[in-house]
């Protein structure tokens, strides 16, 4: 099951790279953010084409593409490139949660013994 | 994130805490300390079970409202008030076993933690590298770049 969704995956990425026009898109979508007019400006193809095209990338996890109005906006995702790195942030941010939550826990345990400790003295 | 010498991932978390590290320590391996801890934000109930000695195992489930997340470790190292080792893995993919480095450093009247959780992994993403893909995004972004700086020079 993992193993074919890794590889269903992979197939996404390979055939999206796999064209020409789509490594295009790619390069204009690494520099900047652009709408679908804009990715078109360059290609002798129609919008619908383009757009086509920038569905098979945003199904191989490359692009994310938002709806503004009548206009498509569309970046480049580095997410399926970074998963390394994406990975180990989630856990970096798990503990660091995780700290902030421990800090509350400690303090009242600091405040518990404090009082504890006053109340030996008193015996 | 860090690599560690064969190669795997590491993290590693530093934290001043408020309060002495025997306290710190005591909120760590105190079931129902840990329990409150290790489940903030969105996780709305836990069970905790820690049996702290060299050998003995805790385990700990974390429900938020769509998920349960079951993790299980063994201690390696029992050292009180100053270091914790233990295995982590989470039961949803035991195969993927890291390992969890707690150090409580003494600062007079604080303390600092340090969590170094190392071992990422031979699975997920370790998989993915296997197969080809640690090459294909490495090539792609050189790609990219390259392609970057190609387009900045007048034709």
């Known amino acids: 099951m993992v193993e074919y969704g890794e590889s269903a995956e992979l197939d996404h990425i390979f055939s999206a790279l796999a064209d020409p026009t789509r490594r295009a898109i790619l390069r204009i979508l690494a520099r900047q953010p652009a709408t679908i ?61 995780r700290m902030d939550a421990l800090e509350v826990v400690v303090k009242r345990k600091l405040k518990a013994a404090k009082g504890a400790g006053m109340h030996g003295k008193n015996r | 994130m860090e690599k560690t010498a064969d190669g795997k991932h590491r993290i590693v978390v530093r934290r001043r805490m408020p309060a002495p590290r025997e306290i710190v320590y005591e909120a760590w391996i105190d079931p129902e300390g840990f329990r409150e801890w290790m489940c903030p934000g969105d996780v709305i109930s836990a069970e905790a079970q820690l049996d702290v000695r060299v050998g003995g195992s805790f385990r700990i489930v974390m429900r938020s409202k769509d998920k349960v ?8 190292v029992v050292d009180p008030p100053a270091k914790l080792v233990f295995t982590w893995s989470g039961l949803e993919n035991s195969s993927e076993i890291t ?21 990422f992994p031979q699975s997920d993403v370790a998989g993915r590298y296997e197969m080809g893909w640690g090459t294909i995004a490495k090539k792609f972004s050189e790609y990219l770049a390259n392609d970057q700086r190609t387009a900045k020079k007048p034709a």
């Open chain 2, 69 to 76: 997340h079951e993790h299980v470790g063994t201690y390696q």
């Open chain 2, 99 to 119: 390992l969890v480095t707690v150090e409580f450093l003494a600062h007079g009247k604080e303390s600092e933690l340090v969590i170094t959780h190392e071992g």
């Open chain 1, 37 to 97: 007019q804009e990715i078109a400006e360059p290609f002798p193809v129609s919008l619908n084409a383009v757009s086509k095209h920038v569905m098979v990338l945003e199904r191989a996890g490359l692009v994310r593409r938002e709806i503004r109005g009548r206009e498509h906006h569309c970046w480049i995702e580095p997410g399926p490139l970074h998963e390394a790195d994406a990975w180990l942030e989630r856990y970096r941010h798990f503990w660091e949660q």
